[in-house]
């Protein structure tokens, strides 16, 4: 069963995966489609989770702007994600960096 579903998923994966992980500073560059245009939004901040495998493997991300803490959740392998760019990397030590949360208004929003 298992291999079944690997085999399916295998076209969908991509080559390259970008090596980052959490508490990295990444530049996320992401397809966005207006009308019949496309065009790339970018989007920085500090990674606080990576979690999964196979196609449904996400990472998170948190910046802050303007005093509001802005928080988004990619799929590695979407289509839409066009690439990630390692821009400092963090210390290692912990999995998580949830308390990279200190804002209360935190506005969560899905990226692809």
Known sequence: MVKEIELVEKKYLK???PKFGVGDEVRV???IKE???MR????EG???R???RGVSETFTVIKEVQGDTIEKIFFIHSPTLEDVKLVKAGRPGKSKR???RKKKDIRLS???
């Open 15 to 17: 080559k390259e995966v």
């Open 29 to 31: 560059y992401i397809k």
């Open 35 to 37: 009308g019949d245009k």
């Open 40 to 43: 790339t939004q970018m989007f």
């Open 46 to 48: 500090t990674v606080i």
């Open 50 to 52: 990576r979690r999964g």
């Open 98 to 100: 949830y308390h990279l």
């Open 110 to 112: 899905s990226g692809a």
